[in-house]
């Protein structure tokens, strides 16, 4: 795949050194998922204080896409509240199915945008947006329990 190269340096920056990684002891909700396509993995661990996300923990394995969305996830969404995290989160879907004809909001995004181009490749979108899916279903859980 081709990714223009600034970005693809700030991908393969979180894979080396990925944030966050390194599961919490206790946590208000623990989800896994699998990217059955790619072989990805993510264990999420979420914990809420209130509405707001207080830690945001991982561990995974798999492509460099995966590992660096999750790890620029974590870092994107610890401190925001659930409904900052859902904007962000739609957000980040939306430039997944952009097709690569959006270079997405770095505001909101910030490094995030680096996958922009990941969203002409349809075969690695799962990859990139497994640590999202996997967010979303630890949010609905926290709340739920
Ligand atoms: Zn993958």
């Not at 870092?75 to 900052?84: A, Y």
């Not at 959006?102 to 996958?115: N, Q, R």
Request: aromatic share 6%.
């Amino acid at each position: 795949m081709e990714l223009d190269s600034l970005y693809q340096e700030v991908i393969l920056d979180h894979y080396k050194y990925p944030q966050h990684k390194g599961l919490s002891p206790v946590f208000t909700a623990q989800v896994h998922h699998v990217n059955t396509s790619c072989g990805d993995e993510i264990t999420l661990n979420l914990i809420l204080e209130g509405n707001q996300i207080s830690s945001l923990t991982w561990d995974g394995q798999g492509c460099s896409i995966s590992q660096a969305s999750v790890s620029m996830m974590s870092e994107l969404l610890i401190g925001k509240t659930l409904d900052q995290a859902s904007l962000i989160s739609t957000n980040f879907s939306d430039l997944m199915s952009s097709k690569g004809t959006s270079s997405g909001d770095s505001l909101i995004l910030e490094d995030a945008v680096a996958f922009a181009g990941v969203s002409k490749f349809p075969g690695r979108i799962k990859c990139a947006l497994l640590g999202w899916m996997a967010f979303k279903d630890a949010a609905i859980q926290a709340q739920t329990d």
